[in-house]
């Protein structure tokens, strides 16, 4: 098993540029997560969806969309990139609700200029 | 949205010696994970606690779940270089969504050799 698997590791965004964060998980998990981490700060949730066409917001969802067409992708949107969204992006995922372990990606690192 | 006190936020210490951090929250949780972050990469889960007063150890690793609901904490014995990183406590609130998690800001661990 790969895990959880994030793609770009690191990306430079102009103001006003957009991109698409993509997270993959092969464990078959229904809940997944995006998170920020911003520095010396904990994680931050972003939005999270508990199966496929189910999503829901976190606590900072704005200036960020997502979608959850299959159980193994959760891409998180960015429309308009600001330097405030510049963080660390992790994306997670767990079996279910009983099972509350999250395992996280390797994060894709952003920074917006 | 609910924080969680995680102290200290950072600790240098020598090779060899013991270490003890904590997390409070003003509310009461029913699970409190304990991770640990290594650089550029995503948080590894190194215990999770489901009871109140339960005492988990994952070899050197000792982390309690407290009375209360409000608190945990995470005690490392005879620290070695490997254990450098930033832990993260994350709790689930009594009567919270479904799956997420609240984070503290983390202690970062500084291992001197």
């Known amino acids: 098993n790969a895990g959880v698997t994030q793609t770009p590791k690191f990306r430079i965004l102009k103001i006003g540029q957009s991109m698409t964060l993509q997270c993959a998980q092969d464990m078959n998990h229904n809940y997944m997560y995006w998170y920020r981490q911003d520095p010396g700060m904990g994680l931050k949730l972003i939005y999270y969806?508990?199966?496929?066409?189910?999503?829901d917001k976190g606590e900072v969802p704005n200036g960020y969309n997502v979608s959850r067409s299959t159980t193994e992708y959760f891409p998180l949107r960015l429309e308009l990139a600001a330097p405030s969204q510049t963080s660390v992006y992790f994306c997670?995922?767990?079996?279910?609700?009983?099972?509350?372990?999250?395992?996280f990606g390797p994060g894709t690192r952003l920074t917006v200029l | 949205g609910q924080q969680l006190n995680q102290s200290p936020q950072s600790m240098f210490i020598q090779e060899g010696e013991d270490v003890s951090m904590n997390c409070t929250s003003s509310?009461?949780?029913?699970?409190w994970l304990w991770y640990k972050q290594d650089p550029g990469e995503g948080p590894v889960l190194l215990i999770a606690?489901?009871?109140?007063?339960e005492l988990t150890s994952n070899g050197r690793l000792t982390a309690q779940f407290g009375i209360t609901r409000k608190d945990s904490f995470l005690n490392i014995s005879a620290s070695i270089p490997s254990d450098v990183g930033i832990y993260f406590c994350?709790?689930?609130?009594?009567?919270?969504?479904?799956?997420?998690?609240?984070f503290g800001k983390g202690t970062k661990l500084s291992v001197k050799p």
């Open positions: 969806s508990v199966g496929a066409g189910i999503t």
């Open positions: 997670a995922s767990s079996y279910g609700l009983l099972d509350i372990e999250q395992f």
């Open positions: 606690l489901y009871k109140a007063g």
């Open positions: 509310s009461m949780f029913n699970t």
């Open positions: 994350a709790g689930r609130e009594n009567g919270g969504s479904q799956g997420n998690l609240i």
